[in-house]
């Protein structure tokens, strides 16, 4: 698989990716231990907020959730109708009812998020890219059970030809124009709700702009 390094067909376009979010589950955020665990909660709700403001195919996977427990609820709430596909196998992608559902759609740009880094994304990630996909792998909305394990992860998927990338890169590849306005008041929730510093700073942007002054 060659995938561009660099130009615009290296960046990501809302036409041509498809999102797999991985076993964001409770026991997996139990043995998280390479981030804050909320802030991964934070993260991949967000990343699916964004693919949803842009139209782009989102498919949602869990392993043995009778065990492991159902998807996070804030990330089901984001596709109230949608049911996860619910797995043995470790490796997302031999399961042929999610990569039937990636093919489906007919995008060549696979944007993966999960928990573990190290064995459920790094798996089908690796798997994926010999399959002809340009696999993207969203840091920050996963991560391992160390931080050790999830950098030694993203190394090893680099070497293989992965590219990692941040939620809010993959905003900014997906907007690229701000003269695209009909994503905007979306992207604006979104950064509001799971945007950090810049949510809050946008807060209290709209409270000054809203607040009358004195004597005006």
């Not at 041509?16 to 139990?30: G, K, R, T, W, Y």
């Not at 934070?42 to 699916?48: D, E, K, P, S, T």
């Not at 782009?56 to 990330?75: A, H």
């Not at 596909?85 to 990569?99: G, H, L, Q």
Request: hydrophobic share 45%; charged share 20%.
């Amino acid at each position: 698989m060659s995938t561009e390094k660099s130009g615009l067909d290296a960046l990501l376009t809302p036409e041509e990716s498809v999102l797999v979010l991985i076993d964001h589950q409770p026991f997996q955020f139990a043995n998280l231990h390479s981030h804050e665990p909320t802030m991964v909660v934070n993260n991949v709700i967000g990343l699916a907020k964004t693919a949803k403001a842009f139209g782009i195919p989102t498919i949602l996977t869990t392993v043995v959730e009778e065990r492991g427990g159902y998807l996070i609820q804030g990330l089901q709430d984001v596709f109230p109708d949608q049911k996860p596909i619910n797995r043995t196998f470790i490796n997302t992608w031999e399961d042929s009812r999610v990569v039937d559902a990636v093919r489906a759609t007919g995008r060549k740009k696979l944007v993966i998020a999960g928990l573990w880094t190290e064995i459920c994304v790094a798996m089908p990630a690796l798997h994926a890219l010999d399959d002809g996909y340009a696999v993207y792998v969203v840091t920050d909305a996963s991560g391992g059970v160390s931080p050790e394990a999830h950098d030694m992860a993203v190394r090893r998927l680099v070497q293989a030809g992965v590219v990692p990338i941040t939620w809010g890169a993959v905003q900014g590849e997906l907007q690229r124009d701000w003269a695209r306005e009909a994503t905007i008041p979306a992207l604006v929730d979104v950064n509001a709700q799971h945007g950090g510093g810049g949510g809050v700073a946008y807060a209290w942007e709209t409270q000054l702009l809203n607040t009358p002054v004195p004597g005006a």
